[in-house]
């Protein structure tokens, strides 16, 4: 009996009964990743409208990037606020996070809320509402301003990550601690912390992209001099179609691409 | 930690203990008064602040202009009308086509569910402003999909793709997919095998043990992945402002226009008070049907 012919479910449907499953399901996965990846083959083209396939291949482009300074400053500002929300929003969200784990009770599944609220509220009203406050004290166009809001939307993704780390922790392991005389704080720096590494990682990466990736807010709280790489591209996008922009989107997904990557990798060796 | 034993025991320091405990968890709890700080500065004040102003009139008073004109004008209704649509339809074509793929990494073996998966992490983890830059190129007049369906022989002239609501519609879809796909996932793996054998044993087919069995297992990931994506819709902005070519008009867009337009901070702060109560409804509204933490949990 070939594989084919083979019960494929609880069913007893066979893979030859599936096929269809099976070709509509490399349909909708080409759909995802094609339209995802398409910018890369582009933007090595010659030519100044963007073809597929391109019919001359160079790294026209690439060098436009590098030799505009409107596009350098603004990625130097983006990795600037990436990494400076990195360092805050992770010793913020893995605090809360397992302050209100370790707490417990009502009161701290209500500050858990709260703190989740940046992740419903929609991002436009959070944008014109810091636009309007910051805009008041002086932080609209201000590296720290822009590191504040993109904080506050990072620090839930750094919370559910450490959160549901700490589930699978078992706590107790700091009370042994702490019953063999270590204090509160070093036995969570020196047993818990270790073992939430990888979590905590993940967490801040996570961080970093979120800043780094993020549109609306940085088209109100960044300007001038401290422009984002993405306030950058989303004015460029409106006026039209300039192929730098691909050899920019290239980058972009080779740099998220390269940090989730790792992280599996990192993951499956730690799974291990 | 509180530990009740520590009440009970009647100790010569139980009141120090107590006293130690309630300090240890006080110091606990301030973990996360920085990130309340943060929300605090970053979203109370200055969504308090807009809600004030959507009560204020040009010259400062108590008023509901504001409201008012967004019940009088048309050109509103028309805003809500559109947004409400798209959401709806990006929801809807997101099930259509989110569902037979989940399904299908539901049904393989685990160990290869992590090549397959990776289709679908792999837009998720691309930066939105890419995705959208790459619709934007590919439907263009003379792009890849109308040279490819020409090619084909499915349409003879370019059609226009781009700059109107079938551009965003595609692009919203696609970036909403893995949204719907990644919780929808989880609730069908969640779903017990002996479910559909006993299905099998007791006679169904295949096809009724699916629809029977499987689909009404499966919807509490289908309503939770739908309520994300309805109420990330909602409030949309870049793709349907890049894709939409100023043709599909959605509440965040007509925000920033009122700003940018007539910087008329009354009207648009209403607009914002209107967009955040509709995506509480919709969340309240959920939150009958299933657990709010468990849809939080599955956003990422």
């Not at chain 1, 805009?135 to 549901?164: C, Q």
């Not at chain 1, 790489?229 to 390269?258: H, V």
């Not at chain 2, 009970?8 to 203990?17: R, S, T, W």
């Not at chain 2, 309240?284 to 049907?289: D, E, P, V």
Request: proline fraction near 4%; aromatic fraction near 12%; include cysteine.
């Amino acid at each position: 009996m070939s594989w084919w012919q083979k019960a494929a479910s609880e069913t007893q449907v066979t893979h030859r009964q599936r096929v269809w499953l099976y070709i509509l399901a490399t349909i909708i996965m080409f759909l995802l990743v094609i339209p995802t990846v398409i910018v890369i083959p582009m933007s090595f083209s010659e030519s100044q409208y963007l073809e597929f396939p391109p019919r001359e291949w160079s790294l026209r482009w690439y060098h436009e990037y590098l030799n505009t300074p409107r596009w350098v400053n603004a990625t130097i500002t983006s990795f600037k606020v990436a990494t400076l929300t990195m360092l805050v929003a992770t010793p913020f969200g893995t605090m809360a996070a397992y302050g209100l784990f370790v707490s417990g009770g009502r009161m701290s599944k209500m500050l858990f809320f709260t703190l989740m609220t940046p992740m419903i509220v929609p991002v436009i009203l959070i944008a014109i509402g810091t636009f309007y406050v910051f805009g008041r004290i002086g932080l609209v166009n201000s590296i720290f301003g822009l590191v504040m809001a993109h904080t506050v939307l990072s620090v839930p993704i750094v919370m559910i990550i450490v959160t549901s780390a700490l589930r699978t922790y078992d706590l107790n392991q700091e009370r042994v601690a702490q019953s063999l005389g270590s204090t509160r704080i070093r036995a969570f720096f020196e047993i818990t912390l270790p073992q939430l590494k990888f979590s905590i990682v993940t967490a801040a990466l996570l961080a970093f992209l979120t800043s780094f990736d993020e549109v609306i807010i940085s088209i109100f709280l960044s300007g001038g001099g401290n422009s984002t790489l993405t306030k950058q591209m989303f004015s460029a996008l409106r006026d039209y179609i300039d192929p730098t922009i691909a050899a920019i989107s290239t980058l972009m997904i080779l740099l998220s691409t390269g940090l989730m990557l790792s992280l599996q990798i990192l993951g499956g060796r730690g799974a291990r | 930690m509180a530990s009740p034993e520590i009440n009970k025991i009647e100790h010569l320091n139980a009141d120090k203990l107590l006293a130690a405990e309630r300090h240890e968890n006080l110091t606990i709890f301030a973990l996360s008064l920085p990130a309340l700080i943060a929300v605090l500065v970053v979203i109370v004040i200055p969504v308090g602040w807009l809600f004030s102003l959507s009560f204020l009139d040009s010259s400062g008073q108590l008023s509901l202009v504001n409201y008012q004109k967004m019940i009088e004008y048309k050109s509103y209704a028309r805003v809500f009308k559109t947004t409400f649509n798209v959401s709806i339809l990006t929801t809807l074509l997101c099930i259509l086509i989110g569902y037979p793929l989940a399904y299908f990494l539901s049904q393989i073996p685990r160990r290869y569910v992590g090549f397959f998966m990776l289709t679908v992490l792999l837009p998720f983890w691309t930066s939105l402003l890419v995705r959208t830059y790459a619709w934007l190129v590919m439907l263009q007049r003379n792009g890849l999909i109308n040279n490819f369906a020409i090619d084909l022989g499915l349409w003879d002239t370019p059609l226009k793709l781009a700059h109107n609501l079938n551009g965003t519609l595609i692009g919203m879809v696609h970036i909403m997919l893995p949204f719907l796909i990644l919780p929808l996932y989880a609730a069908m793996r969640r779903i017990d095998p002996h479910a559909l054998q006993a299905a099998a044993n007791l006679g169904a087919t295949p096809v009724q043990a699916f629809w029977q069995i499987f689909v009404p297992l499966s919807l509490p990931g289908v309503v939770a992945g739908s309520l994300i994506v309805f109420v990330l819709c909602l409030g949309f902005y870049v793709t349907p402002a890049v894709l939409g070519g100023g043709r599909v008009i959605l509440v965040s867009m007509q925000i920033t226009a009122i700003l940018e337009d007539q910087f008329n901070w009354g009207a648009a702060s209403a607009l914002g008070v209107v967009l955040l109560v509709l995506t509480f409804a919709a969340l309240f509204l959920a939150s009958r049907f299933l657990k709010l933490d468990e849809v939080m949990f599955g956003k990422r």
